[in-house]
């Protein structure tokens, strides 16, 4: 093993960010790598094998480049740049930060921060229709109406129409105060959150009085046409098959669709089939329609809601194995019926 020493320079005012609290980056990519680095005016000396040694270098001149472009770095972040380091992947942070979507009404670019979201992002400038699938905290919805909100605003479309079902998800609607634009309403706050953080309440307020944006309950679509507009059906794992099918017929010229759904987290009553997973069956072989499968590696949350996904997935595979382990015993056992 040839043992080599490089020399990597940090700018002072990104120091802080690059390294990160108590050095915690710096630890991280020590202990993944197993090379050693020593902080030195200005400069970080790394030590070790040579292929370790040019990944690790790899990493930090990333990470610098991301704080120089304003970013705080983040333990999601140097986890990434270490998995496309190791795992020789073409792609990098720098590529994934460049591809601004809009801004926030306060100025905050938004941008993919994952591969899987570049790649989602790609998909919906691609396609007619996208379907964003993947566990939350991954970005599918706002990400969706982030790209929504620029082709409004850049005359790619004349309205922007989000919806999502309002299924009962251990509440009961009857019992919430008002009418029934108000009783569904709960069930759609998060599409307003995400359009008033985007582009602002007055904004909204203005284009939804004007007719030009629209939030509703999926019920709301039905014998509608809607042609030249940009349509979200979020929280699609909760339709039924006549739902989404009903959903995506009523789809005219010169409009962009995206569907975001996560399979593991259905309202539907026990056995009930989703409408997403009837249309991935149905529709994934179709050219014009793409499909996004973001994972627990994609979610942007807390470092702990990444931990909890992984831990419940792991969970549901183990018992998915005992149930066809079970299975397979059962059938194995001799039938009472076939003996003489």
Known sequence: MAITEITVDIPAEHEKNIFGNFDENIK???????????????????VGDTGKVRQAEQ??????????????????NVSYALSFAMEQ???????????????????????????????????IRKKMIVFGIGPAGT??????????????????????ILTRPAIEAGEKLGFLP???????????RPLYDALYQ???????????????????????MRGRTLDNSFIILDEAQNTTPAQMKMFLT????????????????????????SGLEQ???????LEDIGFSYLTNRDVVRHPLVQKIVSAYDAFEQKEERKKKLAAAKQAEKPSWKNRD
């Open 89 to 123: 992947k073409e792609a990098d942070l720098v590529t994934i930060d460049s591809d601004i979507v809009c801004h926030t009404i306060q100025g905050k670019p938004i941008k993919p921060k994952t591969a899987g979201q570049k790649e989602y992002i790609d998909l």
């Open 59 to 76: 990493i930090l001149m990333q990470l610098s480049e991301l704080s120089k472009r304003g970013n705080t770095i983040t333990e999601q």
């Open 139 to 160: 970005g599918k919805t706002y990400l969706a109406m982030a790209m929504a909100i620029d082709a409004f605003k850049r005359d790619q479309v004349e309205k922007i």
């Open 178 to 188: 008002g009418d029934l634009q108000s009783k569904v309403d709960p069930y759609l």
């Open 279 to 285: 249309a991935v069956e149905v529709l994934g072989k």
């Open 28 to 46: 991280k990519i020590e202990k993944s790598l197993n090379v050693t680095m020593v902080a030195r005016d200005g400069t970080l000396k790394l």
């Open 198 to 220: 985007i582009m602002g309440a007055e904004s909204y307020q203005r284009n939804a009085e004007r007719g030009l944006i629209e939030v509703a309950p999926l019920a709301y």
């Open 250 to 273: 009523r789809i005219g010229f010169g409009s962009k669709v995206i569907v975001t759904g996560d399979l593991t987290q259905k309202d539907l009553p026990f056995h009930s089939k």
